[in-house]
């Protein structure tokens, strides 16, 4: 595998960043995780922008610019032969011992081009089940939800593990007072009586990438969807319920808490935006290949 670091390709085996890098350290950075289809990288420019929108906050200066960190990441994929797979953008910082940034100035910018697991294929057609976890997100007045920073994901690390070792397939995350938030690494959609609802960004979720092209992918097929405030009870009074994530894509949840939502099956919409979005990243998305 050739990795890319500050601007060069270098195999796994020397692809290295110090131990003093902020990003390890103190969690200081953002990253993106990225999908290809068939040679295509869905979204990109959505992705790129998400990283400089959350370089921008931390005010960590990007070594490239965007078109450049866009053709790093095609490089990047060209290099592994990459048609379908998982890519990882991390910026940090920089090198740097002490919380204080100030005498920081050059950041590190890495790219693998790799594979991640989805959920088993199973969960896909029959759906998978949520658990609401203990832990909740972090109050956007904290910790801004919008940067998808690095520190901020031990938190979802260790909701992901009260899902875990609670047997289900993915932990639902609630807002400090109570509101649906977000799971571990994916936002979540219902719908009720034909309509789609999302909770709004400042409950503190991460304004996924594919939450966007679901939104999108509804409105093309004429189904009304909105951003409102949701709790539990609409959770579990929904028709149909599902995720979505660059990991996750679209995959239906069927039983949060032990009630199974609407029929216990897949949703009939649920389905048709699944089969949408299949069609979506196979035609859309930035060609790999020159
Ligand atoms: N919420 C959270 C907290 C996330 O981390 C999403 C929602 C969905 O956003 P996108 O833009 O992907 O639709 C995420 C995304 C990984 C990995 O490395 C994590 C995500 C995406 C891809 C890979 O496990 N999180």
Do not use: W
């Amino acid at each position: 595998m050739q990795i890319y670091i500050n601007g060069e390709l270098v195999p796994e085996a020397e692809a290295k960043v110090s131990v003093f890098d902020h990003g390890l350290l103190y969690g200081d950075g953002a990253f993106e995780g990225i999908r290809a289809y068939g040679g295509r990288i869905f979204r990109l420019h959505e992705h790129v922008d998400r990283l400089f929108r959350s370089a921008q906050h931390l005010a960590i200066q990007v070594p490239v610019t965007r078109d450049g960190l866009a053709e790093a990441i095609l490089r990047t994929a060209r290099a592994n032969n990459l048609t379908d797979g998982y890519i990882r953008v991390t910026l940090t910082r920089g090198v740097g011992l002490g919380l204080d940034p100030k005498n920081i100035t050059n950041p590190t910018l890495v790219i693998i081009a790799s594979q991640l697991a989805l959920y088993p294929r199973e969960m896909y057609e029959n759906g998978l089940e949520l658990v609401t976890v203990a832990l909740r997100v972090p109050p956007a007045q904290a910790l801004e939800p919008r940067i998808k920073s690095l520190g901020k994901y031990v938190n979802n690390i260790l909701a992901k593990m009260e899902a875990n070792r609670a047997g289900a397939g993915e932990g639902l995350m609630l807002s400090s007072d109570g509101y649906v938030a977000e799971a571990t690494g994916d936002n979540i959609f219902i719908l009720c009586k034909g309509e789609m609802f999302t909770p709004p960004a400042h409950v503190g979720i991460l304004e996924g990438i594919t939450r966007a092209a679901a939104m999108e992918l509804a409105r093309r097929l004429e189904i009304p969807v909105s951003e409102r405030m949701l709790t539990l009870y609409d959770i579990y009074n929904a028709d149909e319920c599902f995720l979505t994530g660059t990991a996750a894509e679209i995959v239906p949840a069927v039983k949060v808490d032990g009630r199974l939502i609407g029929t216990g099956r897949p949703g009939p919409l649920t389905k048709r935006l699944m089969a949408e979005f299949r069609a979506l990243v196979a035609e859309e998305g930035v060609p790999i290949s020159r």
